[in-house]
T-cell receptor
Framework: AQSVTQPDIHITVSEGASLELRCNYSYGATPYLFWYVQSPGQGLQLLLKYFSGDTLVQGIKGFEAEFKRSQSSFNLRKPSVHWSDAAEYFCAVTSGGSYIPTFGRGTSLIVHP | NAGVTQTPKFQVLKTGQSMTLQCAQDMNHEYMSWYRQDPGMGLRLIHYSVGAGITDQGEVPNGYNVSRSTTEDFPLRLLSAAPSQTSVYFC??????????????FGPGTRLTVL
């Protein structure tokens, strides 16, 4: 069965600092990978997704993620964090033939001024 | 487009009461699902549907019932509420074409408290 691990429950960064949120997946076939963001009191919104091709994908709000097959990882990055980026971030994976994504448990991002 | 809508936004129930959480989407998505979100547990799939008249169980289906009579609507029924069902509930939808590649569109959630 496919699984997604987000090893960091909470991440605290200062505004303007760089950010990397980790995501590791376990799945035999080629995965389809997603990052979602959940602002307080809101539903989830797609940040970016990877299916194939260029392993570095760009998303909304200045986020990017890199797919590394050898490490089974899909880490989310942002070069300079803004206070408005404080939110919960979820990594998710599906595969061909499955409509049902598996979500990680989420990483809560705290941004200090 | 309104996207995915959920009602109510907040609800308080007493143990043993029943209620229906409403979910509707106007994007003509075939696939719809219900999740519950609990602290430290991420999103857990309750039930899902790949089209009108077709539903299936997810990871945590006990105590919940669903039906899908139209493409647009996917209500979630709590048959006899228990305190363990206190949670935030999210409905999501997506296209089913090019399976697996389509993003989920989420509603704003329903915060349910069972006393």
């Amino acid at each position: 069965a496919q699984s997604v691990t987000q090893p960091d429950i909470h991440i605290t960064v200062s505004e303007g600092a760089s950010l990397e949120l980790r995501c590791n997946y376990s799945y035999g076939a080629t995965p389809y990978l997603f990052w979602y963001v959940q602002s307080p009191g809101q539903g989830l919104q797609l940040l970016l997704k990877y299916f194939s091709g260029d392993t570095l994908v760009q998303g909304i709000k200045g986020f990017e993620a890199e797919f590394k097959r050898s490490q089974s990882s899909f880490n989310l990055r942002k070069p300079s964090v803004h206070w408005s980026d404080a939110a919960e971030y979820f990594c998710a994976v599906t595969s061909g033939g499955s409509y049902i994504p598996t979500f990680g448990r989420g990483t809560s991002l705290i941004v200090h001024p | 487009n309104a996207g995915v809508t959920q009602t109510p936004k907040f609800q308080v129930l007493k143990t043993g009461q029943s209620m229906t959480l409403q979910c509707a989407q106007d994007m003509n998505h075939e696939y719809m699902s219900w999740y519950r979100q609990d602290p430290g547990m991420g999103l857990r799939l309750i039930h899902y549907s790949v089209g009108a008249g077709i539903t299936d169980q997810g990871e945590v289906p006990n105590g919940y019932n669903v039906s899908r009579s139209t493409t647009e609507d996917f209500p979630l029924r709590l048959l006899s509420a228990a305190p363990s069902q206190t949670s935030v509930y999210f409905c999501a939808s997506s296209y089913s074409g090019t399976s697996g590649r389509n993003e989920q569109f989420f509603g704003p959630g329903t915060r349910l408290t069972v006393l």
